[in-house]
């Protein structure tokens, strides 16, 4: 099973994201996951970054998910050079809502991939999330409410310079109702200025508000939990 509607991105993924979001998360969830010992689900594992993260940061087994073909081959490519992340991480070639496990976790992980649930999804998602939970588990994600997005021009976002090579990721907004944000990224490769190799992907992601993420949790049995800002935690009664 695998979905490569994020293809294009693949060998942008790693160069844009280690600029982006991931300092933050390795900085912040370590201490979130303190007690965990035996098992961790991560939601959307992409080509590993937090994966290899959590072997450093825990004993358990990982169950990696991730239903992009490009990605999982990056995330099983990068687990073969290390052999304590071979033995201890199961890659799912599946999505969030189909993940079942042979025990319950004591933990959810799921970094930079909620928006990409639209509302009628999410109720499906918390249930599927709970369900794989042990009664305390935690389910731990990245989120923070933001300004609303506004369509404009197509920016530069980054640019990584590989060998003579220089890669280069743009985007923007195209269109934007309510949570709804639907968005143009434009990814480049430049060999002295020129374009030698250009693709483009059109994605629509779901921002919800906090308090609308709140009453969704609550009502799917989560209690919450202390996190910093820009983080959550949230836990099944025990």
């Given at each position: 099973?695998?979905?490569?509607?994020?293809?294009?991105?693949?060998?942008?993924?790693?160069?844009?994201?280690?600029?982006?979001?991931?300092?933050?998360?390795?900085?912040?969830?370590?201490?979130?996951?303190?007690?965990?010992?035996?098992?961790?689900?991560?939601?959307?594992?992409?080509?590993?970054?937090?994966?290899?993260?959590?072997?450093?940061?825990?004993?358990?087994?990982?169950?990696?998910?991730?239903?992009?073909?490009?990605?999982?081959?990056?995330?099983?490519?990068?687990?073969?050079?290390?052999?304590?992340?071979?033995?201890?991480?199961?890659?799912?070639?599946?999505?969030?809502?189909?993940?079942?496990?042979?025990?319950?976790?004591?933990?959810?992980?799921?970094?930079?991939?909620?928006?990409?649930?639209?509302?009628?999804?999410?109720?499906?998602?918390?249930?599927?999330?709970?369900?794989?939970?042990?009664?305390?588990?935690?389910l731990v994600?990245?989120?923070?409410?933001?300004?609303?997005?506004?369509?404009?021009?197509?920016?530069?976002?980054?640019?990584?310079?590989?060998?003579?090579?220089?890669?280069?990721?743009?985007?923007?907004?195209?269109?934007?109702?309510?949570?709804?944000?639907?968005?143009?990224?434009?990814?480049?490769?430049?060999?002295?200025?020129?374009?030698?190799?250009?693709?483009?992907?059109?994605?629509?992601?779901?921002?919800?508000?906090?308090?609308?993420?709140?009453?969704?949790?609550?009502?799917?049995?989560?209690?919450?939990?202390?996190?910093?800002?820009?983080?959550?935690v949230w836990?099944?009664?025990?």
């Open positions: 099973m695998h979905d490569d509607t994020y293809a294009p991105a693949v060998p942008f993924y790693d160069l844009w994201h280690a600029d982006g979001h991931v300092p933050v998360v390795r900085e912040l969830l370590p201490p979130l996951l303190a007690g965990v010992r035996r098992s961790v689900v991560e939601i959307g594992a992409g080509t590993g970054l937090i994966t290899e993260l959590l072997v450093r940061v825990t004993p358990a087994e990982i169950h990696a998910v991730e239903p992009s073909l490009g990605m999982r081959s990056v995330l099983v490519s990068r687990l073969a050079t290390d052999p304590e992340a071979l033995r201890r991480v199961t890659v799912l070639p599946c999505g969030a809502l189909d993940v079942e496990l042979d025990e319950p976790a004591e933990a959810v992980v799921m970094i930079s991939v909620l928006q990409s649930f639209a509302a009628a999804e999410r109720a499906a998602l918390w249930r599927v999330l709970g369900g794989q939970l042990e009664p305390g588990g935690r994600f990245n989120w923070r409410d933001r300004a609303p997005a506004v369509p404009g021009e197509l920016r530069v976002m980054g640019s990584y310079q590989v060998g003579r090579h220089a890669y280069e990721v743009a985007g923007q907004v195209l269109e934007a109702e309510g949570e709804r944000v639907t968005s143009r990224f434009r990814y480049r490769i430049r060999r002295r200025g020129e374009v030698i190799g250009q693709d483009e992907l059109v994605t629509t992601a779901h921002w919800p508000a906090g308090d609308v993420l709140v009453a969704e949790l609550k009502e799917a049995g989560f209690e919450p939990g202390q996190a910093p800002d820009g983080m959550q836990r099944m009664p025990k």
